[in-house]
């Protein structure tokens, strides 16, 4: 006869503590990789963005990322004041800061290839080829379905534009049938 579990090994076995503990050990891998660098998960992805859409606004990069507004511009600004970014002000809407890599900030994320590739390779080192495909394929559906629940719905739709089809146009954050957009 199989004994019951205690309330904490039940705890333990929750999808959203696994979840959260994945996301722990995640970070702690990009940053064990990275570590010299002094760079955290996200402003690469921040740095990452900003290489294949230079231009955007502080809004548009949160939106790409899943991020909220006051993080994003925490972070942007801990990335200027390192030389990473800069922000240039548009043209057309004096209002509005588009951000940019500066030549510091491509050197870093040249720099920080090898590392974020050795990094995710850990992470999904622990299951077989077949597992890795089907471990993706699984977050990727549960966010796919839950991610306009969120208070910062990632906006995958902006994520497939060109880059020169992103200034002005608003696009609603992803979400599945029959759920509304916060």
Same mark, same amino acid.
């Given at each position: 006869?199989?004994?019951?579990?205690?309330?904490? /090994?039940?705890?333990? $076995?929750?999808?959203?503590?696994?979840?959260? !503990?994945?996301? #722990?050990?995640?970070?702690?891998?990009?940053?064990?990789?990275?570590?010299? +660098?002094?760079?955290?998960?996200? $402003?690469?992805?921040?740095?990452?963005?900003?290489?294949?859409?230079?231009?955007?606004? $502080?809004?548009?990069?949160? =939106?790409?990322?899943?991020?909220? !507004?006051?993080?994003?511009?925490?972070?942007?600004?801990? %990335?200027?004041?390192?030389? %990473?970014?800069?922000?240039?002000?548009?043209? #057309?809407?004096?209002?509005?800061?588009? *951000?940019?890599?500066?030549?510091?900030?491509?050197?870093?994320? /040249?720099?920080?290839? /090898?590392?974020?590739?050795?990094?995710?390779?850990?992470? %999904?080192?622990?299951?077989?080829? /077949?597992?890795?495909?089907?471990?993706?394929? *699984? +977050?990727? =559906?549960?966010?796919? =379905?839950?991610?306009?629940?969120?208070?910062?719905?990632?906006?995958?739709?902006?994520?497939?534009?060109?880059?020169?089809?992103?200034?002005?146009?608003?696009?609603?954050?992803? #979400?599945?049938?029959?759920?509304?957009?916060?």
């Amino acid at each position: 006869m199989a004994s019951a579990k205690s309330p904490i /090994e039940e705890l333990h $076995q929750r999808p959203g503590f696994l979840i959260r !503990r994945a996301q #722990q050990i995640a970070v702690a891998l990009f940053l064990e990789e990275t570590g010299p +660098l002094g760079i955290t998960n996200t $402003q690469y992805g921040i740095l990452l963005v900003l290489k294949n859409r230079p231009g955007l606004d $502080q809004i548009s990069v949160a =939106k790409l990322l899943g991020l909220d !507004r006051s993080t994003t511009g925490m972070v942007l600004g801990k %990335l200027e004041n390192a030389g %990473l970014v800069e922000r240039q002000i548009e043209k #057309q809407d004096r209002r509005r800061h588009n *951000l940019a890599l500066t030549a510091a900030g491509a050197h870093m994320l /040249e720099q920080l290839a /090898e590392p974020a590739r050795r990094a995710q390779t850990r992470v %999904l080192s622990a299951f077989s080829p /077949e597992e890795r495909i089907a471990f993706v394929g *699984l +977050l990727d =559906k549960f966010v796919g =379905k839950f991610n306009g629940s969120t208070r910062v719905p990632l906006d995958a739709q902006r994520a497939k534009r060109t880059p020169n089809r992103t200034r002005g146009t608003r696009v609603k954050p992803m #979400q599945s049938k029959g759920q509304s957009v916060k």
